[in-house]
Antibody, heavy 120, light 110 residues
């Protein structure tokens, strides 16, 4: 059974940094593209970033480009999101999900999410 | 501000049919990029409901169906059930933004 478990969220001041993790279970992690999607409190969904199965290719949404870095460790079945220069508007629940690079969609069930709050 | 527009809410009685529209433009749906739909039950994470316009992942009831035409897409729910109360989001790719974009979301009330 596919399971994704995010962690690492918390309260951080504007300008601060945070590193999110996503542990993957129940599928061959190294075969899958992976992605981060976020949802501000009471708001809709926003794609953040995705990374290829090998980790050699990655893409970012405009609002986070230059501040966030996506990475993965296939030996540990884990996905990461390093978030620097955080802004109040980055406050959201961050979800990880498998990404279908052919059809451009986020596959199956997502993780339960981890809340990032950026506030002074 | 999302480039894919959905009605904020739709409602229907049990057993009825409801549809949710997703209106885009020539740089996303109209550019022949696929449309996908996600269901977010209250207090839970979203999950894939329809992929590549009209395909259902295993386990999704055939009461849910998707369609696409021109710069718009639609999700139909037939035989509405209480368990279908959720938020629904469409999603596509936008070539002008080079982003994977979501719709504004629609709350379905049964």
């Amino acid at each position: 059974q596919v399971q994704l478990v995010e962690s690492g969220g918390g309260l951080v001041k504007p300008g601060g940094s945070l590193r999110l993790s996503c542990a993957a279970f129940g599928f061959t992690f190294s075969d899958q593209y992976m992605s981060w999607i976020r949802q501000a409190p009471g708001k809709g969904l926003e794609w953040v970033s995705y990374i290829s199965s090998s980790g050699n290719n990655f893409f970012y949404a405009g609002p986070v480009k230059g501040r966030f870095t996506i990475s993965r460790d296939n030996a540990k079945n884990s996905l990461y999101l390093q978030m620097n220069s955080l802004r109040v508007e980055d406050t959201a629940v961050y979800y990880c999900a498998r990404f279908d690079s052919t059809g451009y969609y986020f596959r199956g069930a997502w993780g339960q999410g981890t809340l990032v709050t950026v506030s002074s | 501000q999302s480039v894919l527009t959905q009605p904020p809410s739709v409602s229907g009685a049990p057993g009825q049919r409801v549809t949710i529209s997703c209106t885009g433009s020539s740089s996303n749906i109209g550019a022949n990029y696929h449309v996908h739909w996600y269901q977010q039950l209250p207090g839970t994470a979203p999950q894939l409901l329809i992929y590549t316009n009209n395909n259902r992942p295993s386990g999704v009831p055939d009461r849910f169906s998707g369609s696409k035409s021109g710069t718009s897409a639609s999700l139909a729910i037939t035989g509405l059930q209480a368990e279908d109360e959720a938020d629904y989001y469409c999603q596509s790719y936008d070539s002008s933004l080079s982003d994977y974009v979501f719709g504004t979301g629609t709350k379905v009330t049964v």
